[in-house]
C-alpha cells in the first residue's frame, strides 16, 4: 500500500510537470521504487492516470458534499461556497487543474463523470443562491463551471488568481445580497 501511495504522488508530480510523455522508468524512479513495483501496481500509463484522476475525483466530490452540506444545514451562505469553491480550484488546486489539463487525453471519461458530479453539486449551490437572492437570476451552473474551466491556470501569479476569483465572484452577485435598500 506504501508503494502504491508513493507511485501515485510520483506520477502526480511528474505528469503534473512534464505532462503525459512523462515516463514509466522517471515515475518509478521518483517513488523510489523498482519499475517491476510500477508494473505490478498499475500494468499500463492509463492504468495509473485513472488511480490519479480517482483520487483527484474524490478530493473534488469531497469538496462539494461539504459545501452542499454546509449550505443545505444552514451553516453557510450558498454564494459564499460558490466564492470558496471558485477560490480553492484557481488559487489553492492551482497543481490539480494542471494535472487535470495533462491527463485529459488519457482520462477522458472519467473526467467527464467528475466534471457530471460536479455541476449537479453547483445546480444546488446556484439554486440556493437564487433563493437567496444572493446572484443575479440569470446565472447557471453552467456559467459557474465556465469560469472555473476558463480561470487563469496555476502558472499565473498568485496575485493575479485571487484577484481574478475576487472579480469573479463580485460579476455575478447581486449588490447588497438583492436587498432592497
Request: proline share 4%; net charge negative.
Amino acid at each position: 500500500m506504501r508503494n502504491r501511495a508513493a507511485i501515485v504522488r510520483a506520477a502526480r508530480e511528474l505528469i503534473t510537470a512534464h505532462g503525459p510523455e512523462a515516463g514509466m522508468d522517471d515515475i518509478a524512479a521518483a517513488a523510489g521504487v523498482a519499475v517491476g513495483t510500477l508494473y505490478r501496481h498499475f500494468p499500463t500509463k492509463n492504468d495509473l492516470v485513472e488511480a490519479i484522476v480517482t483520487e483527484l475525483g474524490a478530493t473534488i466530490a469531497e469538496t462539494l458534499d461539504a459545501a452542499v452540506g454546509r449550505v443545505g444545514d444552514g451553516r453557510s451562505a450558498a454564494l459564499d461556497e460558490i466564492a470558496g469553491l471558485l477560490h480553492r480550484v484557481v488559487v489553492d488546486m492551482g497543481q490539480e487543474r494542471l494535472l487535470r489539463e495533462a491527463v485529459a487525453g488519457l482520462a477522458g471519461e472519467s473526467l467527464r463523470g467528475i466534471q457530471e458530479r460536479a455541476v449537479h453539486s453547483l445546480e444546488i449551490l446556484v439554486a440556493a443562491a437564487h433563493r437567496d437572492r444572493t446572484l443575479r437570476p440569470d446565472v447557471t451552473a453552467d456559467d459557474v463551471a465556465l469560469l472555473l474551466t476558463t480561470s487563469p491556470d496555476a502558472g499565473a501569479p498568485e496575485r493575479a488568481r485571487r484577484r481574478w476569483v475576487e472579480l469573479a465572484v463580485r460579476a455575478p452577485a447581486l449588490p447588497d445580497g438583492g436587498q432592497k435598500a
